[in-house]
């Protein structure tokens, strides 16, 4: 089967940094995917990740490690408006979207 | 950036009848077009893919015949949700993709379908 696991919830500080983690299993990989999603809306694209290493974009950063199935979102400098659930997707050989159940993240002041 | 519009945002209907959700790619030509259904505190489901001109994908153990998906030009993807029941009260969310673009998928804003 293709799954993929992360935690069910987190919670975090106003100000620190927090690492969301991801690993998969899926028949192949064509890329990994983090989406922002706050309650009641859609997905918003934070990042995708194909190649080994870390991609960063401001506030957000994203690392991939292929050999490990694993994948993280690390998210500095915590704004209360960051407490959102955070999607982790992996397109497998077949260009599916494998979906993630979400982290739901809890920013306290 | 590539904007996906989705209309209506929220539908109320009485058991039984049918609704339409209409998914409008407004600043790009969208080759492929997803349907996704999300319950409470629960992931995207991927109901079926569709491609301009020709038939929907659909998932496993979704009906196809109960939820009919056009995608009559490179920026219109419909679905209808017919003879709806509470059961098929959820969120639906429509994503967009083109050619060229690589993998990445744009969200419309969702429609919160209510059956009573």
């Known amino acids: 089967g293709q799954n993929i696991d992360q935690p069910t919830e987190m919670t975090a500080t106003e100000g620190a940094i927090v690492q969301i983690n991801c690993t998969y299993q899926t028949s192949g990989f064509n890329g990994l995917f983090w989406y922002q999603q706050h309650a009641g809306e859609a997905p918003t694209f934070l990042s995708y990740?194909?190649l080994d290493g870390l991609e960063e974009k401001g506030r957000f950063s994203s690392f991939l490690s292929r050999s490990k199935g694993y994948s993280y979102l690390l998210l500095k400098e915590l704004q209360m408006k960051d407490s959102a659930s955070y999607l982790c997707?992996?397109?497998?050989?077949?260009?599916?979207?494998?979906w993630g159940a979400g982290t739901k993240l809890i920013i306290k002041p | 950036g590539a904007v996906v519009s989705q209309h209506p945002s929220r539908v109320i209907c009485k058991s039984g009848t049918s609704v339409k959700i209409e998914c409008r790619s407004l600043d790009f030509q969208a080759t492929t077009m997803f349907w996704y259904r999300q319950f409470p505190k629960q992931s995207l489901m991927l109901m079926a893919t569709s491609n301009e001109g020709s038939k929907a994908t659909y998932e496993q153990g979704v009906e196809k015949d109960k939820f009919l998906i056009n995608h009559a030009s490179l920026t219109l993807s419909t679905l209808t949700v017919t003879s709806a029941h509470p059961e098929d009260s959820s969120f639906y969310i429509c994503?967009?993709?083109?050619?060229?673009?690589?993998?990445?998928?744009?969200f419309g804003p969702g429609t919160r379908l209510t059956v009573l």
């Open positions: 997707a992996v397109i497998n050989s077949n260009y599916q979207l494998i």
């Open positions: 994503s967009a993709g083109a050619s060229g673009w690589g993998n990445e998928q744009f």
């Open positions: 990740n194909v």
